[in-house]
């Protein structure tokens, strides 16, 4: 690796800049851009509870999070992508050819859970080595590099079963039958529930999203790991000239994101029981707009692992008191649209104004 | 003279805290070329980009021809007459558009152009530009397919097709060959003849010697000389460009101590002068030399980042060819990069991250970085080196240019090292932070070697023990800086003997 730091001569523009901007006050911009979402969050659950119809309560609570789980682990995974200045939009596919390569284990190849499970996080890992390796050494950019392997995983995944969905009993290409069939241990994992304060009351999805989102927490935001992919994404000449191994930390987040994302796609397949090609086509979106949402929560201004399953924890209240006061499904895009909009203003805007930059 | 084409009143201007142009005064007469000289950071950039259109300025006065000038886009100064060759070429071009389009494209741009592209039109239009110039290109051949010096001649060419009143060259020689170079110079002779102005921009001692009638130094933010007359006092304008207002802090020489780095033969680039250099513990040498004198290349191929063509360098009597960073650091050989804005902050962090980066594994227990512990380094530090904030974790981007400097400078003084390669540490910083920041370089300086990398002759005389002057990627003199005799070291700094024939060297 050969840098250049000669043909950067230092416009006069970019020493100064914030320098004006003294201290954080604490004026009622600083206030609205610092807890405005995490306000709104709470506006949003008090309405509901008033204004529909059984949203106050354990179970309903237990719902949302159990709407959100898969798409929150996802989301966690974009967000290490997103430390280090990057963007994975490969994780929708990888989650459903991680289902599908479960299903086709378990049911086609007639092995157990434990080698369906390894098999999905190898598969998870593996492509977020290739995603890094693109990105880092083949310089494709982020977007372009994640956007090849999810058109690449989409066809991937249907070609094995020419396209169908499995499930125990299905026709295969040869004409033979599947005679394997899930576990039931790997259905309990999309399935369980926990006794929480009530019987049966918390479904495990839930229980692995807040795992992982304190797990993802306490690396990014306590481990030098976790510093130095921020580092990275703030300002990754800095880093590489204090020593850091920037190409690494890059292919690690991608792999981190790989690795959730097949997390998310086995809990899926736990949760239907089958291989079921038509699901998890929203997992992309909803994920990106989670972690994007993120950014706003407590000014973070940056992508963050609190934030981001504040975000996806938004979008499930926002979508299921919505659903409860009968609101049309076809609304549902419109409204997590409007929030993504809304939150990336108060990013972008708000906190740019905060800091005085130009 | 010649009557006065263009004239500056006053012209002041700020970014932030920051005053780049300081009532500035400059008439730049007709048919004359004024060579304007300048370190980093001087204000030329700014200069240029004001009378070009890019910025407003804040007061002052410019007229061209008579009447008032003040251009609100790029475009519009070039409908005045105002005609500005940057000095980054892929800024001039626009390599996917053919040769053609490149010639034209003010012209696209321009309200009345029409709709659709005229384009048998825009090719003979073209031809014809490019004959002017004596450019032997086909027109209709992508730029990306070109060479650098041709995308410059381009851009210049396009300039030309303007009918310039006032001609702005920001550095244009600098990925030209000799014959290229002299194409240019000819051009310009030309043109200074039908009585445009010319203002050039460059560094290089041999353009200037070939182009200068006038010249015209600057030095933080204002005019600090103007030479013109039938011989050019060339010294007199780098002194005045330089600056050594005398400083008052007094070096007194350490006795050094035993040796840390030993370079035998080292050739930086290919074609360059092999040279040999040594420093001990507890020295404290500045490398100085003109832009493009090869002083940054040395400091990159100490740190891993690029590798000399051939040559010996020793830490501690052992082999050292390190290929990243990491690998210097490994050996400890820490470098404070030169522009902290790209190179060093890390603008989403506070003052304490900021500090422990490239260390952090030592605040790291399993992974787990100790707050309390880097907090007591940065407060530590915060105190040695007096940084001026609330507190440490204060965001960077709230500190001034001198104190995030100074941050900068803790991040590798936390760490004891056997070389500290410092490249640029007084950029963009006040007066007072500069003597803090020179005072705490020697201080603690015992035991290591450092080298201070400064394009200005002040930042070195006051803080090193020896001076080495860098010229064409090689070692072109030595000073103890010890009742130094500075017409000795601009002489050395401004190549007064040039090579027989003025060779050049791409990239010199």
Redesign the interface.
Known sequence: ????????????????????????ASGPIDLAIRYGFLALLVGLVVFFSVFANGFAGPRSAVFIFQSVAITGILALGVTCTLVVGGFDLSIGSVATSSMMLAAYMMVVLEQSAFVAIIACLAMGALIGLINGLLIVKTKVPDLLATLGMMFLLVGLQRIPTEGRSIATGMTLPDGSTAEGSFSPLFLQLGRHRFDFMLDNLLPAPVVFLVVIGLLVWVFLE????G??M??I???E?????????VNRYKIVAYMISGVLASIGGMLLAARLGRGDIASGTNLLLDAVAAALIGFAVLGAA?PNAFGTSMGALFVGILLQGLTMMNAPYYTQDFIKGLVLVIALVFTFSLSARK?GGH | MNETLCDLRGVDKSFGENRVLKQLSLSLPAGSVTVLMGANGAGKSTLVKILSGVHARDGGSITLMGREFAPASPSEAIRAGVVTVHQNINDGVIPDLDVASNLLIDRLAEPGYGFFLKRRQNYAEAERIASQMGLALNVRQPVAELGVADRQLIAIARAMAHDPRLLILDEPTSSLSASEAERLFLLIERLSAKGVAVLYISHRMSDIRRIATRIVSMRDGEISGLFEGDTLDYEGAVNAMLGQRMSDAVISIPAPGKRVLEISGLQLIEGARPFDFNLAENEVVAVTGLLGSGKSAFAQSLFGLDQPVSGRIRIDGQDYRVRTPQAAIARGVFMSAKDRANNAVVADFDITRNMTLPFLSRYAKLSFVSRAKERRTANDMIEALSIVCQGESDSIGTLSGGNQQKVMLARWLAEECRLLLLDEPFQGVDIRARRDIGRKIRETAKNRGTLVFVSELDEALEVADRIIVMSEHSVAAEFRNENVDLNEILTAVTGAVPPAGAARTAHA
Request: no cysteine.
């Open positions: 690796m050969s840098m250049n730091l000669d043909n950067t001569e230092t416009s006069p523009a970019a020493a100064p800049a914030g320098a004006h901007s003294r201290r954080r306590l481990t030098r790991h510093r130095l921020y580092a994404g703030s300002n000449r800095a880093a590489s000239l204090t020593g850091t191994n940056k800091s």
